[in-house]
């Protein structure tokens, strides 16, 4: 079992940078394969980007390939995920939850974290 819990969010400035971490104190952590989703206001929970357990394969949200990367350090117990060129509709509460294997669906997750608020002004 994994306690995720998400840090790194905060409010920027669009065409920013911000790194998010999602850590765990387990010591299975480095079993599972790790997503970030985000939920905005009045909006559905969207998948943003996981990582498979060893780190060797990524998916992403289309539109956001090329501005995130997903990136783990299981030395560390720590997934991150780092958002640059940063729009306003990415502003959300992102989370962090695991897998037992790479996944794109919510449903495929669970033991997510309490959420870290992003927020992009324009």
């Known amino acids: 079992q994994v306690q995720l819990v998400e840090s790194g969010g905060g409010l920027v400035q669009a065409g920013g940078s911000l790194r998010l971490s999602c850590a765990d104190s387990?010591?299975?952590?480095?079993?599972?394969?790790i997503g970030w989703f985000r939920q905005a206001p009045g909006k559905e929970r969207e998948f943003v980007a996981s990582?498979?357990?060893?780190?060797?394969?990524?998916l992403y949200l289309d539109s956001d390939k090329g501005r995130f990367t997903i990136s783990r350090d299981n030395a560390k117990n720590r997934v991150y995920l780092q958002m640059n060129s940063l729009k306003p509709e990415d502003t959300a509460v992102y989370y962090c939850?695991?897998?037992?294997?790479?996944?794109?669906?919510?449903?495929?997750?669970?033991?997510w974290g309490p959420g870290t608020q992003v927020t992009v002004s324009s």
């Open positions: 990582v498979s357990w060893n780190g060797d394969k990524t």
């Open positions: 387990g010591r299975t952590f480095s079993s599972y394969a």
């Open positions: 939850a695991a897998a037992n294997f790479l996944d794109r669906d919510a449903s495929s997750f669970g033991s």
